[in-house]
């Protein structure tokens, strides 16, 4: 049976990177059935997958921390680096925000071909984010146990919960830095050496881990000890490379950073506030979120705590196509705004986001089918692999709307119209996806209704859906209404002049 040219070429491309080949295979099916163009998907995927492998990694290593510290500690350990795990990201949280600001800035500026500017954006993304999780290294190595207190009550998930956040309390800095580098090398069409950047430390951090925990004891301790020094590794990477440096496998970075000055601009300083500010409250409403979140859960003991941190898990797992796909959106959408073309950054966007949702469809799909396995990972057989495995399914439906959210909000961050995405998360969680939760563990009686009695776990799967469906629908329509074209007229710099 001879076999078509197109389906030859699609499983020599599967076979030479699958994570480039899967993406190919989605892109490239939706452009033979019109629903995008060839063109863009191609360019999509060199661009996504890069930063999509990127996400396996940072998530498979923390996917493979959580499943090592329970095979060690049991379900009180995973219940307290679960609690500990918001806090300690909140340096991500910061300087991911600031980061979105800088690819907003930095694509525009090459697309624009204002080359010049690069090494000023770089600079004052560096000191922005040095400024903004500083502090919180003070606050985490002084207060992590009674940080964790106003969390939960129980001991063990206390002591485990504040070890851990003592311990990566160092890490804060290197957090937020690594994010500035990894968006910079992707608003420049560099997502590859992003990608091995980053994913050097993590697999570098599985290793640590393994030793740490494994191999010298150090359980909650070994865990975070890794982790820090994985950080630091992928900072002393970006920071050899953006000064010039080649390193091994890709070489020298597309833009450098000079030592010299000058290090301030004014101008530029002001636009990546403006953008940075309703990115970062985006993240940190979701951060913050967690705790009141993780505090009602709780109420329901351990096991149910860790059932619930397994599914977010699974599902940060599930939502790594958005490393590459919303970001991928950012940096296309936001070079073609540099040059002008409104039309074709739009087009960009409604591509991109098709593609998001087609691949997040088939992951939530095969990922339901295997969720008792898949939870058999992280817990023992019985009553909590059961429960595990119910927050793992219902994680699968949650993720599809983290796709639609992440899809829609990427050209909203390359043109700077970054306060909606806040506004659907502030809604989402805090209007829908927390007083659902908190109906869980509490009844209340209603005027003409009478008694309601508590609802249970089931409130909890409600407000897990809750809390992706709704920024979706809110960004989705954000994006569909074309403001944010209007809004990027602000930030663009002016297009040099063709020769």
Known sequence: MKV??????????LLKNPVEGILWLVGSALARLGLVDAGRAERTTRLAWPRIVTGIAANSKEVADLAMVGVVLGSGAVAGVGIATPFALLAGTLGGGIAGGTIALVSQRFGAERYDELDLVIKQSVWVTTLVTLPLTVVFLLFPHELIGLVTSDPEMRTHGGTYLQVMSVATVFIGLNLI????????????TAMVVRASGAVANIGFNAVFIFGLGWGVTGAAVGSVLANVLVTGLFAYGFLGGSLPVVGRFPVTIS??????????TRDLLEISTPIVFT???WSTAQFPLLAVIAVFGPEVVAAFVVAQRIRGMMDTPNWGLSLASSSLVGQELGRGDEREAEAYGDDVLRITLACYLVIAAFVFVFAEPIAGVFVEPG?????TTVFVQVATLSVIFNGINGGASGPLNASG???WPFYARVVGLYGFALPVAYLG??????????????????????ALVLETLVPAAVVYARFSSGRWKVVSRSYRPEAVAAD
Do not use: F, K, N
């Open 4 to 13: 078509p040219p197109y389906a030859r070429r699609s499983l020599a491309r």
């Open 181 to 192: 580098g990894s968006r910079t090398l992707v608003g420049v069409d560099d997502s590859y």
């Open 259 to 268: 030592l010299s000055g000058p290090y301030l601009d004014r101008r530029l």
């Open 283 to 285: 993240h940190l409403t």
């Open 383 to 387: 009553e909590a692999l059961a429960l």
């Open 417 to 419: 119209d970054t306060r």
């Open 441 to 462: 563990t509490t009844a209340l009686t209603l005027p003409l209704v009478g008694p309601i009695p508590a609802l249970g776990i089931g409130a909890l799967y409600v």
